[in-house]
């Protein structure tokens, strides 16, 4: 069966299934096409997110990640207010006006605590996005973090596939409450990114296809999706990690099913190829997130092994990054990078 591309839309799932399974022959027109619907929508823009991970804590024990709570190798570590707000400082003069506050399900960050934090950027900051990536909370929770000023949340739900689901997480979890949060993030009035990892321990490419229509029916602003990649420290520890081969196909699809979307290249992808980064924006991809994390606490957010960037000063990281996007064919934007309107 020949595939037309330009049907993406209407798709069955049969025909997504083939179009994820392809062979190299499609791979080139399918890049093509994801840059030029990426070109309509951002032209060659990309918006650069300052990520900062302030804190390794977390209460999840999922088989996948390097912080995971039974992971007694892990040096954790928790930023104060003022190193946040520092790093915050030093984006901001970077030209960041994004700031992206991720960190495991730590139950040390209270309410209360993630409020201020997040009020004292918002003071300074007036005109940057604050996006929160701490995991699975109660409507009230994240109403309070909106109230406070944050605009933007990221919650991959890692998978749509329920069997799936349940061979990545303890019981303790469930991609139900994941799939709850999502929604009430939706209603709050959150800027709101999902996404999966790609080429996950007994992942099919009927659970990639659950995926694509989980998030055709959240519409999301954001997917972020990135390759699973093994740490030494977890049940996986053995398992092969995604290819950019396949990553780099659904960073197309998702690109030519959600035109509008704010879509990552991430640093996982620069993880597992020299020049991932690179090819995931020649893929569809609009957004990189370098990081301002402290350097002395870089090595320490070890979610998969091999991390990159994790000796770079934020403003070498910028530097080289910005080279690195325009040899690709595109160039930073010092812009907060809001949703194009579908």
Not at 99 to 110: A, I, P, R, S, Y
Not at 139 to 144: A, D, F, N, Q, W
Request: glycine letters at 8%; aromatic letters at 10%.
């Amino acid at each position: 069966m020949e595939l037309d591309i330009s049907r993406i839309k209407e798709f069955n799932d049969d025909e997504l299934k083939q179009l994820i399974e392809y062979d190299e022959s499609i791979n080139q027109d399918l890049i093509k096409a994801a840059d030029v619907v990426r070109r309509k929508y951002y032209d060659d823009k990309v918006f650069l997110r300052g990520l900062i991970e302030f804190t390794n804590y977390c209460r999840n024990d999922c088989y996948y990640c390097g912080i995971r709570c039974s992971n007694r190798n892990a040096t954790r570590y928790r930023l104060s207010k003022e190193e946040i707000l520092d790093a915050c400082e030093q984006g901001y003069e970077l030209g960041y006006r994004t700031f992206v506050l991720q960190g495991g399900e730590d139950v040390t960050f209270t309410d209360e605590k993630i409020c201020d934090i997040v009020s004292a950027i918002r003071s300074k900051y007036e005109d940057c996005a604050i996006t929160l990536s701490i995991g699975e909370k109660s409507k009230e929770s994240y109403k309070s973090y909106f109230d406070a000023g944050a605009n933007r949340y990221l919650l991959r739900h890692e998978t749509a596939d329920a069997s799936h689901y349940g061979k990545l997480h303890p019981e303790s979890m469930s991609l139900d409450n994941r799939k709850r949060c999502l929604y009430n993030l939706k209603e709050i009035g959150y800027q709101v990114g999902s996404g999966f990892m790609v080429g996950s321990p007994y992942q099919t490419t009927d659970s990639l296809v659950a995926d694509i229509r989980f998030l055709q029916d959240l519409e999301p602003d954001m997917i972020g999706i990135g390759p699973f990649i093994s740490h030494k420290d977890t049940p996986f520890r053995d398992k092969d990690n995604g290819s950019v081969e396949l990553i780099l196909r659904m960073i197309s699809i998702l690109r030519l099913m959600f035109p509008y979307v704010l879509l990552p290249s991430t640093t996982a992808l620069g993880t597992i190829s020299p020049t991932g980064r690179e090819l995931g924006l020649q893929a569809g991809a609009n957004v990189v997130m370098p990081n301002l994390t402290p350097v002395k606490y870089r090595t320490q957010y070890e979610l998969y092994d091999g991390k990159i960037c994790t000796g770079e000063e934020a403003a070498e990281c910028r530097g080289c990054l910005e080279k690195r996007i325009e040899s690709a064919g595109y160039r930073v934007v010092t812009d907060r990078g809001d949703v194009a309107k579908n």
